[in-house]
């Protein structure tokens, strides 16, 4: 018998179920990110992370630090977010609650533009012992660190040799609201915009000598 597939919720659906005091969609994430006064205060929100999780049937990761708790959810399987994912959101947002207060949050990926991608993302994958990103087709090329620590990798095809323009770029993923307030703040520190043609999606900025970077959210990308 066919087993039907976990249905995906899209960006935007899940933004208005979950508790925006805390959680956003960054890439195919839903994360949010708690203060807390101590090592100990930390633990505990991470067990009660952790009890929820199997609870409900999520798979997180969860980063402890001295002052502060990282989460964030995803159902590889589906290759994006699902009800076992909000359902951990409302118990995590319960529990912090009573444990701790929302921090900001940030995701970051590196592009890295090509003529033959095919030849050039085994030397990356090699160089940075990453693997295919889960859920993902091999042939795609994305890379992800295993560990969950560095940012993931993404190949652009170019279509002619670019020598006098950088092809390496910072993809710096924010959420939706504060978007605006990141490109202001770059701008405001020197920056210059090289495009907003895809905003909401993307802004396009370059540092003072013309090294480029992306503000990037979940909006205006084909799925809701």
Not at 23 to 36: C, I, M, N, S
Not at 63 to 92: F, K, S
Not at 113 to 123: G, K, N, Q, S
Request: proline letters at 8%.
């Amino acid at each position: 018998m066919d087993i039907a597939p976990t249905p995906v919720i899209g960006p935007g659906a899940a933004t208005e179920r979950v508790d925006a005091r805390h959680w956003r969609v960054l890439l195919l994430w839903l994360q949010a990110a708690f203060r807390t006064p101590d090592l100990a205060t930390g633990a505990a929100l991470v067990a009660r992370v952790a009890e929820a999780a199997d609870r409900v049937g999520a798979r997180p990761d969860v980063t402890l630090r001295p002052d502060r708790v990282q989460v964030r959810t995803t159902t590889w399987a589906a290759h994006g977010l699902t009800e076992a994912d909000l359902a951990l959101a409302e118990a995590v947002s319960r529990a912090a609650d009573e444990l701790g207060d929302p921090a900001l949050l940030t995701a970051q990926e590196i592009a890295v533009d090509a003529l033959d991608i095919p030849a050039v993302a085994p030397f990356w994958r090699a160089v940075l012992g990453y693997g295919a990103e889960p859920g993902t087709d091999p042939d795609d090329h994305v890379l992800a660190d295993a560990d969950g620590l560095g940012p993931g990798y993404w190949f652009q095809q170019m279509d002619e040799p670019r020598p006098q323009r950088n092809r390496i770029h910072v993809d710096v993923t924010v959420p939706h609201d504060q978007a605006e307030a990141r490109v202001a703040a770059a701008l405001a520190a020197g920056g210059t915009l090289v495009s907003d043609r895809r905003a909401p999606a993307f802004w396009v900025l370059a540092d003072p000598e013309g090294n480029e970077a992306c503000v990037c959210t979940w909006q205006a990308r084909g799925k809701g």
